[in-house]
């Protein structure tokens, strides 16, 4: 339970295995039990001001339980983070961060690639409390952030790669330009898993994870998590206590649980997803390939400099397309389900429509993302030629 286990000097998988796990405080059980808890009951008043002074002690379920604390300390293992929360959702993670920074009459910096609830988070309601946003080239370096950055901006709102677009930012640039002005630097690193990019390590303040995806890594939880830096910790806290965003138990335990597979998963969908795109790439119908391991994806370059890998999600744009061809792609594969969610055991396919504000999307509407499992990746290849059949036929 302890958060000093994320300064241990182990190894990432090391750390997988083991922050967040205390046999000895249960019983010898490996796993941290499921605690259901609402009310905390205390013998004395001393007892209950001794535990509200206390980090990390349990007062009441709003404020988390031994389960929740469990995963919240091996995220923060993995981040290399002072402290994580977490949250009942992704998009939770990433309006509690931003809140931590923002007040009336401040400025928000995003990337142009941002998930489109973030983007509707800005534009819908922090507009409401008086809180303005522009969006930026995601490629943007530090010269075009340090012109776009306002006396009044606060956060720069970093998402690499897009998930749907995947440009992949040049994140320490992004940071040189924002920490000369005082600018806060909050990145979605969902992609990643935590596992191929260390976003504290690389200057960034806060680190937002869907955990929903990877980390819970079964698609049978939802849940969120935000890392910060020492700096920013207490910030973050107070934030979300205020927002009275809780985790459930039961899914926090699906987090940490996922937690202890990750990184090998994490090396499956990465060479399923390699070997899925080398394929579509000797495909005639298609024009680019939207994959950061790959020379054509928009900043190829800072994923090669500061990425360790590469995960399942990747975006192919069609030479041609039409809604009914893209249609009957998805519709006839058998393998691949169409859902909007990803970073879960099964390959999925989502038609995708990106939203941009200062720079156009060159792929338009000819744009598909796949989201590579942990399937065979031959079986897979021959459900996407039949669904390439399929396209061509309805073209
Ligand atoms: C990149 C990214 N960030 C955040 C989220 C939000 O996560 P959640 O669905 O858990 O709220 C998603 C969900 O699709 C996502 O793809």
Known sequence: MSTDKKDWDFKQDTKLGHAGSDPAGEFGIINPPVYHASTVAFPTVAAQAIARATPNAFTYGRHGSPTSFAFEDAVAALEGGARTIAVGSGLAAIVGAMLAFVGQGDHVLVCDSAYRPTRNLCENFLKRFGVAT??????????????LIQPNTKVIYTESPGSHSFEVQDIPAIVEAAHKRGVKVVMDNTWSAGVFFKPLDHGVDVSVHAATKYFVGHSDAMLGTITGTDEVKDALYESVSVLGYNVAPDDAYLGIRGMRTLSVRLKRHEANALKVAEWFAGRPEVETILHPAFASCPGHEFWKRDFTGSSGLFSVVFKKASEAAITALVDRLELLALGGSWGGFESLVLPT????????????????????????ADDLIEDLGDGLTAFNAAL
């Open 353 to 376: 429509h990106v939203v941009r504000s200062a720079v156009p999307f060159a792929g338009g509407e000819r744009c598909v993302r796949f989201h590579v499992g942990l399937e065979n």
């Open 134 to 147: 522009s969006y930026y080239d995601p490629l943007a370096g530090a010269k075009e952030i340090a012109a």
